[in-house]
């Protein structure tokens, strides 16, 4: 018996059905399917209900948007008060507080003493190029290094420092120049050892044509990748060494998630430039680059921006969402979730010998699937096949990884703890049967 999930009708429903056959005629292909069968009514905090009235439990958090949850109150009133007021200006027209307010906050917020400024954008690629372009001014140089099944975004730019080609690069090229890629050891996986990795980056480019390095502290589509102890330090040990932009990308580990506000917090590491976006305005469109002021103070006004950039609904609700997190507690909630999901997975993986890894910091917890333990050979079908399962009965879980083979938690961190357990049976259901 399901307390939060209730399953009214077939999965689509009649109405849900009926909107597909439209989709199907009208919307460009290309821009894929969804994981949820149904389509959404409302949502309430990790809850969707469809338009068929069908609940479900949504750790999915639109892809990692939610960390304070579907329609949380106090985002909705300061999205509601200033609909009313005025939807747009473009800020570099007519200025409105907000967008310096956030900037404020966001700039106290991230970590290290020099002093920072902020950057508005609309998405997360769009923060990554920014970051990029700024990296390249200050420095005077071209290159760009990124790591082994990164994810940032699915610009010419973004797309080219992605590493996934299927399906995200399918046909897309000829791809954006001065991409380096290098592996990002991690302990279920630790492709290099730290001591070779300046020897292997240097042969492959000269390290005073590269302006930055792009991290994900811990990667988000490609597997919730925490890497080995000593390798981000060693990051920031290089790009000081050789003068390049440490940039980080933090637009799924940030704003909570890993139970602090950015994930590099783990490390005690001060990054050059931060990248946010996803959980920031709660789904609506924003993105950030924080930047250590005297980089971007280096470039001259106006060279970079955007019509939409900051929208005054996004900055109301981002405030609101940073001031939810201090209100409701939300790092030391998403430690605790944490601390749930591993003791549920852990007890799986002794259970299931398809269980390879559990793996993550905070609510950004993963398992990898296996078909064998020892040569980890990836179980991409029966990951498939289990959050077919799970969307069936009621729950929506994504996968990640370079291989599809991991199911990852991007819930949000007002989940209660009831509704997370009803999940996580739903989840193991799912193994069990697979
Ligand atoms: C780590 C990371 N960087 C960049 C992006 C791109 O963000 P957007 O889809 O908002 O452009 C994503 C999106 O999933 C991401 O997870």
């Known amino acids: 018996m399901r307390k939060f999930i209730s399953l009214k009708t077939e999965v689509p429903g009649p109405k849900s059905q009926e909107i597909a056959k439209k989709r199907e005629k009208y919307v460009a292909k290309p821009m894929g399917g969804s994981l949820s069968p149904g389509y959404i009514d409302y949502g309430e905090g990790a809850l969707v209900t469809d338009v068929d009235g069908n609940r479900y439990i949504d750790l ?8 304070v949850g579907h329609s949380h109150p106090s985002v909705v009133s300061a999205v509601k008060k200033q609909v009313e007021k005025f939807t747009h200006t473009d800020f570099t027209a007519i200025p409105y507080d907000s967008f310096v307010t956030l900037s404020e906050k966001l700039a106290q917020l991230a970590p290290g003493n020099s002093p920072k400024n902020v950057a508005l954008f609309n998405c997360g690629a769009e923060a990554i190029e920014n970051a990029v372009k700024i990296a390249r001014a200050f ?8 790591f082994e099944n990164s994810f940032h975004g699915r610009t010419l730019l973004t797309m080219s420092m992605t590493h996934k080609a299927m399906p995200y690069k399918y046909k897309f090229g000829p791809f954006a120049p001065e991409v380096y890629r290098l592996p990002f050891p991690t302990p279920y996986h630790p492709s290099i050892e730290i001591k070779n990795f300046e020897r292997i980056m240097t042969n492959m480019v000269n390290p005073e044509t590269i302006a930055a390095v792009v991290i994900e502290p811990i990667q988000g589509e490609g597997g919730f990748n925490v890497p080995v102890d000593g390798f981000l330090e060693h990051i920031r040990e290089l790009c000081s060494k050789y003068g390049i932009m440490m940039i980080t990308d ?11 506000f950015f994930a590099i917090e783990n490390w005690n590491i001060e990054p050059d430039m931060t990248c946010l976006a996803k959980s920031l305005a709660s789904g609506l469109p924003l993105s950030a680059v924080i930047a250590r002021k005297e980089i971007t103070d280096s470039l001259p006004g106006g060279s ?10 996004a900055c109301q609700a981002a405030i609101e969402v940073i001031n939810i997190i201090e209100k409701e507690n939300l790092l030391e909630r998403a430690i605790m979730i944490g601390d749930r999901l591993k003791k549920r997975f852990l007890a799986m993986k002794e259970k299931f010998p398809l269980i390879g890894d559990v793996r993550g910091i905070g609510a950004m ?21 289990i959050v077919q399962y799970c969307v069936q009965n009621g729950v929506f879980v994504p996968s990640a990884g370079i291989n599809k083979n991991l199911l990852r938690i991007l ?3 007002v989940i209660t703890d009831e509704q997370l357990e009803e999940a996580l049976d739903v989840i193991e259901e799912a193994i069990a049967r697979v």
């Open 411 to 413: 819930v949000t961190l």
């Open 60 to 67: 999915t958090g639109g892809w990692g948007c939610l960390a």
């Open 304 to 313: 970079i921006g955007g019509t939409y950039v900051g929208n005054p609904l």
């Open 139 to 146: 420095t005077g140089r071209p290159g760009v290094i990124v």
């Open 365 to 385: 917890t993963a398992i990898e699937l296996v078909r064998d333990r020892e040569t980890k050979e990836p179980a991409t079908e029966e990951t498939g096949k």
């Open 250 to 260: 933090e637009i799924q580990s940030g704003i909570g998630r890993t139970g602090k």
